[in-house]
């Protein structure tokens, strides 16, 4: 993250993202899968790291290999072609966008950093400061009750931050700055997304 002024001074907080450039590696439709969407290919990859059957699927697009696959559903499928490039002329500056991911992974964690329970007390001997404390009921039902916050693993799920706002897009270096915060740790892959319309 970094941040940058605005055009009339306001400090905005921004996200520099590497967003392409994205080639088609397959394209999906109903006829033969069921369903229209784009398979997407993102950051090379050097041809010995890959596996002879997947360089014989890269081959149907050009023969480069990408790091990253990944699809996206569009509605005309047959206005692309494989081995084009995707890149940012999709959006423009005040765009809304939704940037989905997997957010950092924090491990096992106690109930007061994953769930923000309150601390007790530090004094008069008090052995209860970071734990959860009674978690369980009496003589009915005499059992915890599902659902309950308990430590646990936190962290490291998918997670999509939405209507995120396009502040400044730069071309000529692949660069997506979105107002805000995304899923995950810096070097993270993530997907970017059009929201779908308002019904």
């Known amino acids: 993250m970094t941040s940058l002024f605005g055009s009339n001074g306001e400090y905005i907080p921004v996200t520099v993202i590497e967003a392409g450039p994205c080639t088609v590696t397959q394209i999906k439709t109903k006829a033969n899968d069921g369903y229209d969407a784009l398979q997407l290919g993102f950051g090379p ?33 047959e206005a692309f072609e494989l081995g084009q490039t995707v890149t940012l002329d999709m959006f423009t500056v005040g765009d809304k966008i939704d940037v989905s991911g997997r957010n950092k992974g924090r491990g096992f964690s106690g109930v007061t950093k994953r769930h923000g329970f309150h601390l007790g007390r530090k004094t008069h001997g008090s052995h209860n400061y970071r734990l959860p404390g ?17 430590p646990g693993r936190y962290g490291n799920v998918r997670q999509t931050m939405r209507n995120l706002e396009v502040v400044d897009i730069r ?23 059009k929201p779908k319309a308002a019904k």
Request: aromatic fraction near 6%; glycine fraction near 10%.
């Open 45 to 77: 990859k050097k041809k010995s790291r890959v596996n002879k059957p997947v360089q014989g699927h890269f081959e149907k697009s050009g023969g480069e290999c990408y790091a990253f696959l990944r699809e996206f559903k569009v509605d005309d499928p």
């Open 134 to 150: 009674s978690i369980g009921n009496s003589a009915w039902p005499s059992k915890v009750i599902k659902g309950k916050k308990m």
């Open 171 to 193: 071309p000529e270096l692949n660069l997506l700055l979105v107002k805000g915060a995304v899923p995950g740790p810096v070097n993270a892959t993530i997907e970017i997304k």
